[in-house]
């Protein structure tokens, strides 16, 4: 399967941005709490490694479905988080901060997941015998 490059910087950046706000959103939705009954099944340390796990594998499948290269999605994703931060604390007025560690972690984690298949392409190209 041929991957889908995006073109431009700035191409990659927006539509990583959007893909971070939405997969965050997805993942913990800032007014809900969506997990409730597999916590109660697995338990909380369970569900926050479950959800982590999510999390790369989401990373990893989006790098793979677009080309995006690591240094524009990071662009993008802090882009998304700053935007999602402000909307948070506008719209919500939460009580505690945990909002910017949650979704922090959530971006640091679709991060790993993109670098993933670019550091197997780039191990691979260095064990490719030719």
């Not at 793979?64 to 662009?75: C, D, E, H, I, Q």
């Amino acid at each position: 399967m041929e991957t889908a490059k995006l073109e431009h910087p700035l191409t990659e950046a927006t539509v990583s941005a959007v893909f971070v706000f939405v997969a965050g959103y997805v993942v913990w939705p800032p007014t809900t709490f969506h997990w409730e009954f597999l916590e109660g099944v697995v338990g909380g340390a369970v569900l926050l490694a479950l959800l982590a796990v999510l999390c790369v594998v989401l990373g990893a499948a989006f790098a793979v479905v677009t080309g995006v290269r690591l240094s524009t999605f990071v662009a993008g994703g802090i882009a998304a988080y700053l935007v999602g931060m402000w909307g948070i604390s506008r719209i919500m007025t939460p009580d505690s901060p945990v909002h910017f560690v949650l979704y922090g972690v959530f971006l640091v984690l679709f991060v790993a997941g993109v670098a993933v298949p670019e550091a197997y392409g780039r191990l691979k190209e260095l064990t490719h015998d030719e």
